[in-house]
């Protein structure tokens, strides 16, 4: 059964700080990873998706890392910014015909001034 | 296409009665999918379409709760004689038929049983 867990739970940085959220997966099986961002009470919004045999994708100031064999994947944001407080959510989708995501619980995100 | 479009966006209802959430997928999408999330925790799958059809279902979807899609396009998801355990947001998504580009979120409907 696939689990997804994120580290930490919540994290407060001041502005301008560069960041480190982490998700692991217990299956390496998978057929892709994508981080979302989402805002109190709102729903998901995709931020970056990585293929399997892909190892890392960029967008800005996000940079998303895919370590498939020892089930592990990081966003890394640069010079973090208050806009940017939100809780992101990695989820994987197993290879293998299965068409469901899989999420963590979250890394809740605040960036103060 | 402005995305996924779900309605209401938020429903306030007392228990045992029925509610019904609409969502609208990315038109070129043939994938749709209803995903609950309850407060600090992450969505968790309910069910998927492919077109018309439904092909899986979660332990968590309870004879209490129906989902259609009729001809393909928009979704239902019904809730009956509603519970307080019920209340939470809940997702809809759409994917292409490969779901190679990913996964679209709605923004949720929000459901509160008093």
């Known amino acids: 059964k696939q689990e997804v867990t994120q580290i930490p739970a919540a994290l407060s940085v001041p502005e301008g700080e560069n960041l480190v959220l982490n998700c692991s997966f217990t299956?390496?099986?998978?057929?892709?990873l994508q981080w979302f961002r989402q805002d109190p009470g709102k729903g998901l919004t995709s931020l970056l998706l990585?293929?399997?045999?892909?190892r890392e994708q960029t967008s800005g100031r996000l940079n998303a890392s895919l370590d498939k064999s020892s089930g592990r994947s990081t966003l890394y944001i640069a010079a973090s910014q208050p806009g940017d407080s939100a809780t992101y959510l990695c989820?994987?989708?197993?290879?293998?015909?299965?068409?469901?995501?899989?999420f963590g619980a979250g890394t809740r995100l605040a960036v103060h001034p | 296409d402005t995305g996924v479009s779900q309605n209401p966006r938020h429903k306030i209802t007392k228990r045992g009665q029925n509610v019904t959430f609409r969502c609208d997928p990315i038109?070129?999408?043939?994938?749709l999918y209803w995903y609950r999330q309850t407060l600090g925790q992450g969505p968790e799958f309910l069910t998927y379409?492919?077109?018309?059809?439904?092909?899986?279902k979660s332990r968590l979807l309870s004879d209490r709760f129906s989902a259609e899609r009729p001809k393909g396009s928009f979704s239902t998801l019904e809730i009956q004689r509603t519970e307080q355990g019920d209340s939470a947001m809940y997702l809809c998504?759409?994917?292409?038929?490969?779901?190679?580009?990913?996964?679209?979120f709605g923004s949720g409907t929000r459901l509160t049983v008093v």
């Open positions: 379409f492919q077109n018309e059809a439904q092909l899986e």
């Open positions: 998504a759409s994917s292409s038929w490969d779901s190679s580009y990913g996964y679209t």
């Open positions: 299956d390496s099986a998978i057929y892709n």
């Open positions: 038109s070129e999408h043939n994938r």
């Open positions: 989820a994987v989708r197993r290879s293998g015909g299965y068409n469901k995501l899989i």
């Open positions: 990585i293929q399997s045999s892909q």
